[in-house]
């Protein structure tokens, strides 16, 4: 009975504790259930509020739209009628035309059979005189032309001569005045500036303490600087100041480099030196490339080789009379391409003739021989083009037979070395220029005077008219260009100009 009772008690202690268990956990699930809702009920919320701006914000889209091609087609509908307002006026006037062809041929139909008549009536009365003159001369027809076509001969062999010599003076004077000015055109079209350069550099130094540790003790910086560098390091009194001197400006380059990397380090010491030239020989040998590079880039010369852009490079650490010859190469390019588009030529390869000109000036220290002809020897290595090496090899007319494209760069390097300020050179040569120039035209016979003008462009000579004619002028000038050609060096040319005046004076008593 007891147990009866203990197992009825803990069957319903059971019972109960399992309808506890779910009611709470119901309880817990209506709670979830209820968040869930509200989570639900935001987001759709949100979503609603999102589609609302989607939808406001496609509608915006799609007016913007429908503007921008309501625009668009008024725009091409105008264009249209335009075009079709065009083609209407151009077919009028072409039926105009039309009628007008139509009404001349129907004239010229007219006028055939009018010089059809008139012919008919010519050729009767030309038998009638031949007729004629043949019984009045005695002679036939045949013999009356042979002789007639003789005089005839003579007479256009007289007249072709001196049409020859006519024409011969006109193509000159106009070739002149062609040349004259299509020079003047590429003069005026380029305008470049020319840096000059000299053997000497100065590097500036933060205090005068500094001249003693580049000099070093006993003097082993400064020899261990000009030994690797190949540069004479000269110390005086300047203040703040140190100069480098080299006719190698590759080399003078490096030192100037070098040592202003030493002064910012402040470390100088034979061991630092050499560590600071190599790494300063690397940066000049980078910019050397990028010298060349830019230059090709510049002038718009594509498809060189490493090895020639290297020695273009070159060029810009070389002067000439002052003149940079990288500047001076490219200015050359520039020349030569705008004298090629005016003769017809293909202004590239005049391009490329021009920038690798001077090209040999990178070697020519190291080599035998002018720059032309090593320059010209150099391209041939890696130029496939023939024009290119023959412009290069006869830019100074060095060569037996000169082409077309040693003429143009000629012509070329002549204007970029003589327009004014593009060289320089020092006072005493170029006083001694002119004086050998007024020498040499001295030194003929029956010259009065001589007068160098225009900076040595131009020599001016006064004759004695009593010894020198008009012809003994023109004689006179020829021998004088050729003494001048082959005993004086000068940048550019020289104008000779012969004067003669006769003058007849008397007195009224």
Not at 114 to 123: I, P
Not at 151 to 163: D, G, I, K, N
Not at 226 to 233: F, I, N, R, S
């Amino acid at each position: 009975m007891e147990i009866t009772v203990y197992i009825s008690s803990f069957i319903i202690g059971v019972v109960l504790g399992g309808m506890v268990v779910f009611f709470f956990r119901r309880m817990a699930i209506n709670r979830q259930l209820r968040a869930a809702q509200r989570k639900a009920a935001r987001t759709l919320t949100e979503a609603r509020s999102e589609a609302r701006d989607v939808i406001e914000q496609a509608r915006e889209d799609a007016e913007k739209a429908k503007t921008s091609a309501e625009a668009d087609y008024r725009e091409r509908r105008s264009e249209l009628q335009r075009q079709e307002n065009r083609l209407l006026s151009k077919t009028e006037n072409l039926e105009r035309k039309l009628e007008s062809v139509a009404q001349r041929e129907r004239g010229l139909a007219t006028r055939e059979k009018t010089l059809e008549t008139a012919k008919n009536q010519l050729e009767e009365a030309k038998n009638k005189q031949l007729k004629e003159l043949e019984l009045i001369s005695g002679m036939s027809s045949n013999e009356a032309r042979e002789a007639l076509l003789e005089r005839m001969e003579v007479e256009m062999q007289e007249e072709a001569s001196r049409r020859l010599r006519e024409w011969e003076i006109k193509l000159k004077a106009e070739a002149d005045i062609k040349a004259q000015d299509i020079l003047t055109q590429t003069i005026q079209r380029n305008a470049s500036e020319i840096v000059s350069e000299t053997t000497v550099v100065s590097v500036p130094l933060p205090s005068d303490e500094m001249k003693g540790r580049l000099i070093g003790r006993e003097g082993r910086n400064i020899r261990a600087l000009e030994q690797a560098t190949g540069v004479d390091l000269i110390v005086d009194d300047t203040p703040e100041a140190v100069t480098l001197s080299s006719f190698d400006p590759v080399r003078r380059e490096i030192a100037r480099n070098s040592l202003n990397k030493l002064i910012l380090d402040g470390r100088i010491h034979p061991a630092r030196i050499e560590e600071v030239v190599k790494k300063a020989e690397e940066e000049v040998e980078a910019e050397i490339i990028s010298a060349g590079e830019q230059a090709a880039y510049q002038v718009g010369v594509h498809g060189l080789r490493p090895e020639l852009i290297r020695l273009l490079g070159r060029l810009k650490y070389r002067t000439s009379y002052g003149q940079n010859v990288l500047a001076h190469s490219v200015e050359v390019a520039f020349l030569a391409g705008m004298i090629a588009s005016e003769l017809g030529a293909n202004p590239a390869i005049a391009k490329k003739a021009g920038l690798l000109h001077d090209i040999g000036k990178a070697v020519d220290r190291e080599v035998e021989g002018t720059h032309a002809a090593i320059g010209a020897d150099l391209v041939k290595q890696w130029e496939k083009s023939p024009e290119v090496v023959q412009g290069i090899a006869e830019h100074h007319l060095e060569t037996a037979d000169v082409s077309t494209w040693g003429f143009l760069v000629s012509a070329a390097d002549a204007i970029s070395s003589a327009r004014p300020g593009a060289r320089r050179e020092s006072l005493e040569n170029y006083l001694k220029r002119l004086n050998a120039l007024e020498d040499i035209a001295n030194s003929f016979p029956g010259v009065d005077k001589s007068y160098a003008i225009q900076a040595g462009r131009e020599i001016r000579i006064l004759v004695k008219p009593d010894e020198i004619d008009d012809l003994g002028g023109m004689r006179l000038a020829r021998d004088i260009v050729k003494k001048i050609e082959e005993g004086l060096e000068y940048p550019g040319q020289i104008k000779v100009t012969v004067l003669r005046e006769t003058r007849a004076v008397d007195y009224a008593k």
